[in-house]
């Protein structure tokens, strides 16, 4: 349900990108798991190589039980829901993340 303020609202989004410089903030999201029910959101450099995302996730999700990360050899991967094969050395502006995009991932 959308909440609606009864007055003018005009404080500026502390999220804003122009806050965060060279880094964006990413959400990732592990699609379907059980334990990491919602996205985490982390700032991340535009010019991180997207391997590097994958990297710090191979540590991230680590807390899961089940996880081993081999699982994330056959990840598929999609972008603010639009299905993505991601450069792993192009950075992530190169592969259509930006500020406050969606990452998420299926094993």
């Known amino acids: 349900m959308a909440v609606v303020a009864n007055y003018e609202y005009n404080w500026p989004s502390r999220s804003a990108a122009e806050f965060y410089g060279d880094a964006q903030l990413v959400h990732v ?3 379907g798991n059980p334990y990491f029910v919602a996205a985490s959101t982390f700032p991340f450099p535009k010019d991180m190589p997207f391997g590097a ?3 710090l996730c191979k540590e991230f999700f680590a ?9 994330m050899d056959t990840a598929r991967w999609a972008v603010d829901k639009q299905p993505i094969t991601p450069d ?6 190169a592969n259509g993340v930006g500020h406050k995009s969606l990452v998420q991932f299926e094993i």
């Open 63 to 71: 807390a899961d039980p089940d996880f081993t990360p081999e699982m």
């Open 29 to 31: 999201w592990w699609k």
């Open 88 to 93: 792993l050395e192009a950075s992530l502006v």
């Open 53 to 55: 995302l994958v990297g």
